[in-house]
């Protein structure tokens, strides 16, 4: 009789403390169990790198923080707060292309004082839903030809301005995120159907515009034994681990495409190859399987959303982290091309985690702020 009594009251204390902190549990629970086989997977991908594991775990841990966080801003903060968010971030992405920090060959980030840099277009990917959610807030659905006409130049100012630095991956995730809130917002079947027939003039164009080494990355999708030893080399080692690994996988540190190096950015954009090759196809379904719970959870808190802005936002960022894991999957694999997507809360990295983790933090909030109205 008293272990039932305090296992209720035990019970009762977890939930209150989960209502309290805005903490949506179930998922909490599918991020941390991406986040932990991640850790698995990346100690084997780094060759064992203690201290890159040790950072990992520090900015995960930031990228928690950031999620809770948002969690206790109800969504009616964020509503008020997007169309000044969006303003201010095309302010920076200007800034960028003015006085922006150059590397490689890219000018993405700005010059913070103490030495650190900053990547406007990181958070533009969680601003883009916010702002087209907003526009749709208050009117009626589904939208008017100039309604949409308006929102793709909401969306197209700033996806042009990153593509222009060039960073294309993200660029893509920016259009993206804007574009899934333009379609859940009921876009009719014959604007679907016309800007299908639009795909192939679009993507003459944006060849016409695309840099040289992009447009080498394209011919080495289509055919990557033309240049075997050079830029067809990643993805020619990424399909033989992935291959290699089979239905069970050679064992836990055990593959030969990382192990020996290989496999190039085994521990970023080609993670999930080194986990094919160590743990087989069971291993990636096992992975697909916490993905899938994420996209489930994140659905059905759209489906269940109390206004247009918070179903908007909630349905578009879940989608959008769909497309994260789809493309970089797909370039590992060889179905897409290369465009330098990590593999979200698997792969190494810092930026890109706080900002997945962000938007995680605005669906728990929509989810756990309408249940305490």
């Not at 204390?13 to 698995?40: C, E, I, P, Q, Y």
């Not at 027939?197 to 944006?206: D, E, Q, R």
């Not at 096992?286 to 996209?295: D, E, G, I, P, R």
Request: with cysteine; proline share 5%; glycine share 10%.
């Amino acid at each position: 009789m008293n272990s039932q009594f305090y296992y209720r009251i035990l019970k009762f204390t977890n939930a209150r403390l989960f209502h309290l902190t805005h903490v949506d549990v179930l998922l909490l629970l599918a991020l941390l169990l991406l986040m932990s086989g991640g850790l698995v997977i990346l100690y084997s991908a780094s060759g064992q790198d203690v201290a890159m594991v040790e950072r990992q775990v520090v900015r995960l841990g930031l990228g928690m923080a950031t999620c809770l966080a948002l969690a206790q801003l109800p969504p009616k903060y964020m509503r008020r707060a997007s169309p000044f968010l969006f303003a201010i971030l095309v302010g920076l992405l200007v800034a960028v292309l003015v006085a922006g920090v150059g590397a490689k060959g890219a000018q993405r980030w700005l010059a913070l004082p103490g030495g650190l840099r900053f990547q406007p277009s990181e958070i533009m990917k969680i601003v883009m839903p916010m702002m087209v959610a907003w526009y749709f807030a208050n009117r009626p659905l589904p939208p008017t030809l100039k309604e949409i006409i308006t929102v793709l130049g909401i969306i197209a100012v700033p996806s042009l301005m990153v593509a222009k630095q060039p960073d294309l991956g993200t660029a893509l995730l920016v259009g993206v995120s804007g574009i899934f809130a333009l379609f859940l917002a009921g876009l009719g079947w014959r604007y679907i159907l016309g800007a299908a027939a639009a795909v192939p003039v679009a993507a003459y164009g944006l060849w016409q515009v695309m840099r040289e080494y992009q447009k080498q990355r394209v011919l080495t999708f289509l055919d990557p034994e033309s240049d075997p030893l050079g830029s067809g080399w990643n993805i020619i080692q990424s399909k033989t681990a992935i291959g290699s690994g089979g239905l069970h996988g050679k064992g836990w540190l055990e593959g030969s495409q990382a192990q020996l190096n290989f496999l190039p950015e085994s521990h970023t954009d080609f993670i999930i190859a080194v986990l094919a090759e160590e743990f087989g196809m069971i291993g990636c379904a096992l992975l697909m399987c916490a993905y899938l719970l994420v996209v489930a959870r994140g659905l059905f808190i759209a489906a269940n959303a109390e206004d247009n802005y918070a179903r908007l936002l909630a349905g578009s960022i879940t989608l959008t982290f769909f497309v994260y894991m789809f493309v970089n999957i797909g370039m590992v694999s060889g179905i897409l091309p290369v465009v330098g997507v990590p593999l979200p809360l698997v792969s190494y990295g810092g930026t890109s985690i706080i900002t997945i983790m962000a938007t995680f933090g605005i669906l728990m909030s929509i989810q756990t702020h309408k249940r305490a109205r």
